[in-house]
């Protein structure tokens, strides 16, 4: 190979790749699923989400009863209130046949029957003789606490035929 050549093949491999042509950006990966099987996973999570937001709502609603009821024991000023406010809860829970005509013992056994925990015999005593005793008397803390502790701990009755739901 001679000096003249040399030149001639570097300048031919330089214009060689002078004549290289940039290859084509590769086609961006795409970010959604290609398969049937996470559009399906995806409908079975959006109908989860979807029932336990519809489970929600009707527990939030059959417990309004129970919210107002503790919204009005903060603001009872008698023990008469204060029993009142507990007969409509139960009214609202349970079907009126069962809870109506309850009077006395009885509805203190109600009370600790349908609870978390006893409802205390002082609370019940004091509860029974509300509606006997002079109306302004206010109830006492031990009383006010236990019908608090009914109010959000009771286990509701079966649904109440005719009751908004």
Do not use: C
């Not at 507990?86 to 009077?103: I, M, N």
């Amino acid at each position: 190979m001679t000096d003249e050549d040399a030149p001639e093949t570097a300048e031919s491999l330089v214009a060689l790749i002078d004549l290289l042509v940039e290859p084509a950006p590769p086609v961006p990966v795409p970010l959604t699923p290609q398969t049937w099987g996470w559009a399906a996973l995806a409908v079975l999570l959006l109908a989860l989400v979807a029932w336990g937001l519809w489970r929600w709502l009707a527990q939030r609603r059959a417990n309004a009863y129970r919210r107002a009821a503790l919204a009005d024991l903060g603001t009872a000023a008698t023990t008469a209130e204060l029993a009142e406010i507990l007969r409509r809860a139960a009214l609202a829970a349970w079907p009126r046949t069962e809870v109506a005509a309850l009077a006395g013992a009885d509805w203190t056994r109600f009370l600790d029957r349908t609870g978390k925990g006893e409802f205390p015999a002082a609370a019940g005593e004091e509860l029974r003789r509300a509606t006997y005793r002079d109306t302004g008397t206010a109830p006492s803390p031990e009383l006010r606490a236990a019908a608090g502790r009914w109010l959000r701990s009771h286990r509701a009755g079966p649904p109440v035929a005719g009751a908004p739901s």
